[in-house]
């Protein structure tokens, strides 16, 4: 078996896009959420939140670059290219020598390539189409235009799985080096905000509606949640097999032990907390730890009512009330299939500083949660070797990432 190591790593966040500026705003609890005013023409949507990162398109992308990429594609791309930057490796042979491949998911294409079929269908006249709608809208256009962009030529694998399209993309980005098919990985996730987006959450009653308090919401784990905000960013690793990092001078960042997912088999919005146990415990056996080990547990932590009692017992259970956990959601929102990348990469960062932030706007923890180690008021400071990272999706999807400090 190969052991597998972070060599890269970049996120495009709600509240920044480096880890200074994220950083400071998770130390200072300053949250990216927003009232999107835009949003007040769709009649019927409960919900004006959102998180919106700070994005345009690079100077340095031609149109004829990135016209296949919508905002979720581009959002991946310059994601990776900053993640092959901090890894040294952006223009290296090796990316296009069939050692290296890609690992990357989104919820799903990008709206403006459905909205050109859309109109087509409503009109009856494919005027509406060009040669990239379908590009821009498929499922893994993000992988695609990832391998396109950097010439990448190893094995690509589409995470198309929601709340866990990041997350499973970096596990199976490991298990693809650890069991010696590829030498390197992209791994990660993206995902554009929209407020088709929200409406998927509204329809079930699962949006927050604290349209004129943004700074107050959501609050996971909290009494006083009223839902979850959609928000969007990207976040890109790049692993590596760790005999080759160390013999090319590579600065590692953290290594990949365990990963575990599995799916619950029951319902496909309804979380279950005894098959969110399952993914923690596949982890923990692959990273051949005990529950002792794990320093901090960043948790999927919607702020949804189900969603947080479910993954709180299913925590307890196998860690009891000893291990500290926070949601990262409660700053960028739900950024969907970008969350368990942009949660790991936060995970990875503060476990190398010896800190973690608090869960924000969690003020009164909900008596149905478990009893919990919440991190809650201000940053705790830990000296810490592991750290798992959880995120559960509809469709009943679990996965559960470990970490190790270097």
């Known amino acids: 078996m190969k052991r597998v190591v972070i060599t ?3 996120a495009i ?3 920044g ?5 994220v950083s400071n705003n998770l130390k200072l609890q300053k949250t990216g959420i927003q009232k999107m005013d835009d949003w007040d023409k769709y009649n019927g949507l ?10 345009s398109r690079p100077e340095h992308y031609s149109r004829k670059q990135v016209r296949g990429m919508g905002r979720v594609a581009m959002l991946a791309t310059y994601a990776t290219e900053l993640a092959l930057i901090d890894a040294g490796l952006l223009n290296d042979p090796i990316l296009n020598s069939g050692q290296m491949g890609v690992a990357y998911g989104s ?8 909205i050109d079929f859309t109109k087509m269908l409503l009109t009856h006249d494919k005027g509406s189409l060009n040669a990239t709608s379908y590009i821009r809208m498929m499922g893994h256009t993000c992988p695609v235009n990832i391998g396109l962009h950097f010439g990448i030529n190893g094995r690509i694998i589409p995470t198309s799985s929601a709340c866990t399209s990041s997350s499973q993309g970096i ?4 298990e693809t080096i650890k069991y010696g098919i590829q030498t390197l990985m992209v791994a990660g996730g993206s995902d554009e905000l929209s407020a088709s987006q929200a409406a998927v959450f509204d329809t079930l009653f699962a949006t927050s509606i604290r349209n004129d308090e943004a700074d107050k919401t959501p609050r996971p784990f909290d009494k006083d949640r009223d839902g979850l905000v959609i928000g969007e960013g990207g976040g890109t690793f790049i692993l590596e097999e760790r005999e080759h990092a160390i013999s090319r001078g590579a ?6 032990v365990g990963f575990g997912t599995n799916s619950d088999g029951l319902h496909v919005t309804q979380p279950d907390s005894t098959s969110m146990q ?8 692959d990273a051949d730890l005990k529950t002792e080990s794990i320093g901090y547990i960043s948790a999927h932590g919607t702020s949804t009512d189900r969603g947080d009692i479910a993954e709180s017992q299913a925590t307890a259970a196998i860690f009891g009330n000893k291990t500290p956990i926070s949601s990262m959601k409660s700053y960028t929102g739900h950024t969907l299939g970008a969350c368990g990348a942009i949660e790991a990469w936060a995970s990875v960062q503060m476990m190398n500083e010896g800190w973690f932030h608090p869960t924000a706007n969690l003020d009164n923890i909900d008596p149905q949660c478990a009893e919990l180690d919440y991190i809650k008021g201000d940053i705790r400071k830990l000296d810490c070797d592991h750290v798992m990272s959880n995120n559960f999706a509809f469709g009943g999807i679990n996965t559960s990432l470990i970490f190790r400090r270097v």
């Not at 896009?17 to 500026?21: I, M, P, Q, R, V």
């Not at 596990?171 to 490991?174: I, N, R, S």
């Open 46 to 55: 409960n919900t004006r939140l959102g998180a919106p990162v700070d994005f």
């Open 278 to 285: 399952v993914a923690m415990k596949l982890a923990m056996t």
């Open 171 to 174: 596990g199976y980005a490991y």
């Open 251 to 256: 600065t590692i960042y953290a290594e990949i």
């Open 17 to 21: 896009n480096d880890w200074e500026t």
């Open 8 to 10: 890269g790593m970049a």
């Open 107 to 114: 919820s799903s294409g990008s709206f403006d390539g459905l």
């Open 13 to 15: 966040t709600p509240i």
